[in-house]
Nanobody
Framework: QVQLVESGGGLVQAGGSLRLSCAAS????????VAWYRQAPGNQRELVAL???????TYADFAKGRFAISRDNAKNTVYLQMNSLKPEDTAVYYC???????WGQGTQVAVSS
């Protein structure tokens, strides 16, 4: 079955860290770009970070300096390391594979003050 499987979300205090994982099942990311988005209640889904097949990264302004996207092609997995978390980072985080317009089920991140 072709799908994206996210993991790593949870509840953390402000200032803490989490690492999200996005594993591809039934296909390979290969050299294609992969992205992380997030959606908070009442808000539109927004881009957090993107990584190309060559490793070039792009970040939303709110993620710069705090978040880091990376990929392990051997494990067919993309990661999102999130540091210095703030309550406003609370959202469901989704992995996206644009080439197939494929979305994961989302993983909840909650940051307490």
């Amino acid at each position: 079955q072709v799908q994206l499987v996210e993991s790593g979300g949870g509840l953390v205090q402000a200032g803490g860290s989490l690492r999200l994982s996005c594993a591809a099942s039934g296909f390979r990311f290969s050299i294609n770009r992969v992205a992380w988005y997030r959606q908070a209640p009442g808000n539109q889904r927004e881009l957090v970070a993107l990584i190309t097949g060559g490793g070039t990264t792009t970040y939303a302004d709110f993620a710069k300096g705090r978040f880091a996207i990376s990929r392990d092609n051997a494990k067919n997995t993309v990661y999102l390391q999130m540091n210095s978390l703030k309550p406003e980072d609370t959202a469901v985080y989704y992995c996206n594979f644009p080439l197939r317009n494929l979305w994961g089920q989302g993983t909840q991140v909650a940051v307490s003050s």
